[in-house]
């Protein structure tokens, strides 16, 4: 690959260097400053060692020491009043510790979305510069300065935490896409509804969803034998892409014996939507969603609805909002101080990623368990493993921050067929939410308590709206 690694370096080296060449042109009498030749030569590379750095994220990290003594022609031309004086590198040999990031990790190939390069310590450079034949690194004291000035224009470029940013896939294509805000819906009423009852009336309720969303739907109340129900009942769910994503508004006549009937439905695209604004709709309900229905349809009914949408405070500036911001660290994660907790209503969004080393007595067919405020909900069951893999997430909508409170997740095993011993726990792990209230997210492996060597991988995070 060095012969094409070698020209795409040597376009990175063009741009870089162009501001610094700037800085100097109209000092020293220096008119202009070009390369004449710039090749880095035939010999590649040496990658003398690597070790790959273990993380929480979705990434993997390599750190490699790379040596380089090569055969490169680097001429420089610099336009000091009439003259043309050519600088040559010469002898060049450089020693370098590189950090190489690929992020995110995503299930399309090439399987990661970009490359990051940085260095974790200031590069060696050693080089010799010849003008008109001669060596000028044998002035006494030169040779040290130019050493030192091109390890500080290096290290201010791609030092750690500064980083070469290599974009391989579009990333907004191979994203999971991630809350942004909570949509408030109040099922206000419905008017004449179809009768479907015998006794001439119907026991409707509605249901409601976002598209793109694999939760279960929310339902209403039952109204027993009402053809004009009134509801007034309010409900909030996750939003993850206004643009793109519909409520969908589907109502039943409830019956004891077989399938509900179908009374109608409707859709309502979020993007009609302005952060903050309540809006109401009167929607006549529809018996699909099919455009070419005939213009003489039979009138369902209607039904009422109102609607907000309030996007998390760190996201309301991609709609137009205008509340307060996170404080940004160098780490990339959003934090407040004790004193800036921020107040009111949020989600908490618990991903079980993934646990390690857990082995039952009898069986070992783990499931997690996460208790929160009494409320419980678990993973998917693996069959017959010690490494469990569920990539599975909990939310829980609250009023106000968990400041004070802890979760609690325990790793179960079950037996397929019933037996006396079918239940049995392979540990447990209680996490408590203040990190998560003041950071905004916590991602990292916890032991779990009564078992051996378990560990489990938990991600969570709180957003506040």
């Not at 376009?11 to 870089?16: P, S, V």
């Not at 070009?34 to 993997?60: A, H, I, Q, R, Y």
């Not at 060696?124 to 000035?149: K, N």
């Amino acid at each position: 690959m060095w012969p094409f690694l070698e020209k795409a370096i040597c376009g990175i080296i063009r741009t870089t260097t162009q501001p610094i060449f700037a800085e100097y042109i109209g000092k020293y009498q220096i008119k202009a400053i070009e390369f004449d030749e710039l090749s880095l030569g035939t010999l590649p590379p040496t990658v003398c060692g690597m070790k790959v750095l273990e993380t929480n994220e979705k990434e993997l990290v390599m750190e490699q020491v790379i040596k380089w003594a090569g055969n490169p022609k680097i001429v420089l031309t610099l336009h000091v009043l009439s003259l043309k004086i050519k600088v040559q590198l010469v002898d060049l040999q450089i020693f370098a510790t590189p950090r190489i990031t690929l992020r995110p990790l995503v299930p399309t190939l090439p399987c990661f979305a970009k490359i990051v390069v940085s260095l974790m310590e200031k590069p060696h450079v050693d080089f010799g510069i010849a003008i008109s034949g001669g060596d000028v690194m044998s002035i006494p004291g030169l040779y040290r300065f130019v050493q030192e000035t091109i390890k500080k224009q290096v290290a201010s470029l791609y030092l750690w935490p500064q980083t070469l940013e290599i974009p391989i896939l579009d990333e907004s294509t191979v994203a999971i896409k991630k809350p942004v805000g909570i949509l408030h819906v109040n099922v206000v009423r419905a008017i004449k509804l179809l009768k479907m009852d015998l006794l001439g009336a119907s026991d409707p309720y509605v249901k409601l969803s976002l598209t793109g969303d694999k939760l279960p739907a929310k339902k209403t109340t039952i109204k027993r034998k009402n053809l004009n129900p009134e509801w007034n009942e309010k409900f909030k769910i996750v939003v993850k892409d206004p643009q793109s994503q519909v409520l969908q508004l589907q109502v039943y006549d409830w019956d004891k014996v077989g399938a509900h009937d179908k009374l109608g439905m409707q859709l309502v695209p979020l993007k009609l939507l302005k952060p903050y604004e309540n809006k109401e709709f009167t929607l006549d309900l529809l018996k699909d969603t099919n455009i070419n229905e005939t213009p003489n349809k039979k009138f369902r009914g209607k039904i009422v609805v109102d609607m907000t949408f309030v996007p998390f405070k760190e996201d309301s500036m991609k709609f137009g909002g205008s509340s307060e911001q996170y404080v940004r660290k160098d780490s990339g994660v959003d934090s407040v101080s004790d004193d800036e907790v921020q107040e009111g209503a949020g989600l908490l969004s618990i991903v079980v990623q993934e646990a390690d080393e857990v082995e039952g007595e009898h069986h070992s067919n783990p499931y997690a368990v996460v208790t929160f405020r009494g409320e419980k909900k678990r993973t998917k069951m693996m069959k017959k493993t010690r490494q469990p893999r569920w990539n599975e997430e909990f939310q829980f909508m609250l009023e106000e921050p968990p400041l004070h409170e802890k979760i609690h997740i325990e790793v179960m095993s079950k037996r397929k067929n019933f037996s006396f011993l079918s239940k049995e726990s392979l540990g447990h792990v209680e996490i408590n939410l203040s990190d998560v209230v003041y950071n905004g997210r916590i991602n990292d492996k916890y032991h779990l308590i009564n078992s051996r060597n378990g560990l489990i991988h938990v991600e969570i995070r709180w957003k506040v709206v």
